[in-house]
Structure formats: C-alpha cells, structure tokens
C-alpha cells in the first residue's frame, strides 16, 4: 500500500504539522462534508500557512452546498477568515502595504489569487487576472488541500493580497472582511469615482452584510443613505449601520440584494449612477430600458470582488471610523468547524444571522 503524493513542481519548504491541520472537504450537494486530516505542506516561496481563528459563511457558500452554483469537487469552501501567520515560504512574503509579513502576524486575506504579471493585473484589475484562483472555489489537488476558509489552516498562494489587523477587532469583526467589507468598499468606491459622496444621497437595496457594510462606508464618507429591505428585522439593523429616509431622489444606487435591478435602474436620479453588485448568482435577465438610460444620463457599473488596496482600505475602515457600527453583531453564531454541515443549514434559515463564524478546534 502506498500513498501517490502530487507535489507542484517548483522549489518547496516542507512544514509538518503536529497535530494535522484539518479540512473540510465538500464532496457534492446531499452529501455530509468529509473531514481530512492534513498532516503537512509543501510551501512554495512566495506561499504563506495561516491557522485560522475564525471563518465565516458567506451566502455564497450557501448557494453551492444547496447546488445553486456550480463548482468543482472536492472543493473546500469558505473564502472569509481571520488567521494568523504561521510559517513562510523561503522568499518570505510581504502584505499589502509592502511590508514582510512575519511569524505571529494576524492577518486577513484576498479571495483572489492573482499573477500580478498580465494584461489585466497591470491595469489594476487583479481579480479578473488571466489564471486567476480564488480560494474557497478551485478544486482541491495540484494546490494542497489547505485551499479554502473551512479548514483550520489556509496555504495562502504567491499573488494573494494580505493585509495585517489588528488585535484589537475581533474576529467577528474581521472574518467577513475579505468577502462582504471588501466588497462593499469597492461598491462604495466605485459610486466615488463618479461624483463627491459627501452631500450625495444613497438608496442601497439589500441589508445583507454588503449592503449594511456599504451602508456605513457612504454614511462616513458624507452620504445620506437609505436602504431597502423586505425583511423589518433587517431593516432595522440597516438605522444601526447609519441609514436612514433620502428626501430627494438617490443620485446612487447600489444594488446589493440581486432582485431589484429593474428597481435601480429606474430609481436613480438623472444623471446618477447605479452600482450592481449583487447579482452574482444566475437569475431571470432584467429588461433593460435603454432610451431610459440614454435620456436619463445614467451610469450602470458591475462590482465583482475588489483590488488588494481595497481590502486593505475595508480593515482600515474596521478599524477606525467603522468601530462605530455593530459589525461584530453580524456573526450571530459561532460553531466548531467539525459541526459545518448543521452550520450551512443553520446559515440557509430564513431568520438566519447575517453570518455563522466556524471556529476550527484547538
Ligand atoms: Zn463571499
Ligand atoms: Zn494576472
């Protein structure tokens, strides 16, 4: 008996791990998630091993367990964590901000691993690299099995943007970063590339965490922001992250919920802008009224993911004027990884919390 090893090519450093890490590995919808015992890596130069503290499920996660969204498997899931630097490859690695990333750094960590190299990297779109991998989504295999947040190690690959938090938020706080607050940042961002935000007025559909995220951001950069929701309890924890009634029509439409496109269009004021982000899953094309977009001076941009600056940008925020709004709140159950499988019903449920945090046994 003996056990096929598949080593990348390349220089490597080996890290045993004692105990195992452990994985959680998603084999197919209906099917209960394997735990694998990892009992080592090889890390490539540029690689980091993180030990997660505190993953969270995304609504993304949700979608592929129910087979809403297709991926390949096996597959570990989950692409928001809080971790802690644990071992680097030979050339060491650096965060974000340039600096090396050392031993013991707390950090969180892109969704995106990209080349840095091609066309696409070099005009500052980094998540839409030309051999783009995305932790949580790429098949478990000639990358490790330690791919995704569902496990209590992460190999973080050459080409992820890392940035460095602090000790002072807790994980609650700084697990949805590298999904939800990074997203809604760039969403934010986006809005700003076209018009001052302070003194602009915001519609945002959708309190989910991206939209309750994106919330508080425009709030702080000057915006009166309104967000809409069908579900009260929702709408409620929307006034805690700042929002509150638009008294003119919004001169910005973010829509985060991905069921009111048609909605954002036609609410926007002429001249304004509207940002989608949320229709990221497949569903129903939307009508698009082109004369009205014309003679309504309208501008409609798609927001996927976000840059490395933009997620350093979203902790930034965490950390400083974003201490004013309840982001721990958005974690509203912690489990132990082990217990995934009741975790994503959990998540599913339609008085489900905004997030379930996964913390990996010790
Ligand atoms: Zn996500
Ligand atoms: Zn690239």
């Not at 099917?31 to 499920?57: C, N």
């Not at 892109?110 to 696409?120: E, Q």
């Not at 938020?169 to 590298?178: D, I, K, R, Y």
């Not at 910005?252 to 802008?273: D, F, K, M, Q, R």
Request: hydrophobic share 45%.
């Amino acid at each position: 008996m003996g056990t096929l090893l598949i080593r990348p090519p390349g220089h490597r450093r080996d890290i045993a791990l004692r105990p195992a890490a452990t994985a959680m590995v998603w084999v197919g919808e209906g099917h209960p998630h394997e735990t694998i015992a990892v009992p080592g890596v090889a890390l490539a130069d540029g690689d980091v091993l993180v030990a997660v503290e505190m993953s969270t499920i995304c609504g993304s996660d949700v979608h592929t367990v129910q087979g809403r969204r297709s991926a390949p498997t096996p597959l570990v899931l989950g692409h928001e964590s809080v971790g802690r630097v644990i071992a680097t490859g030979d050339a060491g690695a650096t965060a974000v901000d340039g600096a090396p990333l050392r031993i013991g750094d707390r950090v969180v960590w892109s969704v995106t691993i990209s080349c840095r190299s091609c066309d696409r990297c070099l005009q500052g779109l980094s998540q839409k690299c030309r051999t783009l991998g995305k932790y949580g989504h790429d098949r478990v295999g000639v990358h490790g099995d330690l791919t995704g947040a569902f496990a209590s190690h992460v190999q973080l690959r050459d080409g992820t943007a890392i940035v460095r938090v602090p000790e002072a938020l807790s994980a609650a706080v700084l697990a949805p970063a590298s999904c939800a607050t990074a997203t809604a940042w760039a969403a934010v961002a986006r809005a700003g590339r076209d018009r001052d935000l302070d003194g602009s007025a915001m519609r945002i559909h959708g309190a989910g965490l991206v939209g309750l995220s994106a919330a508080a951001i425009a709030v702080e950069h000057g915006a009166t922001v309104e967000v809409l929701d069908p579900n009260p309890g929702r709408r409620a924890l929307a006034a805690r992250f700042g929002a509150g009634p638009l008294d003119r029509e919004p001169d910005v439409v973010i829509e985060a919920s991905g069921h009111a496109v048609a909605e954002a269009l036609e609410g926007v004021a002429v001249g304004g802008t509207v940002v989608l982000v949320g229709s990221v899953f497949p569903s129903d094309p939307v009508p698009l009224d082109a004369e009205s977009i014309v003679r309504r001076l309208v501008t409609v941009a798609g927001i996927h993911n976000y840059t490395g600056q933009e997620l350093a940008d979203a902790v930034a925020f965490l950390a400083g004027r974003g201490r004013a709004y309840p982001f721990a709140d958005a974690v509203g159950a912690v489990r132990p990884l082990l217990d995934i499988d009741a975790a994503l019903v959990e998540a599913a449920g339609r008085e489900a919390p905004l997030r379930v945090g996964l913390v990996p046994g010790r």
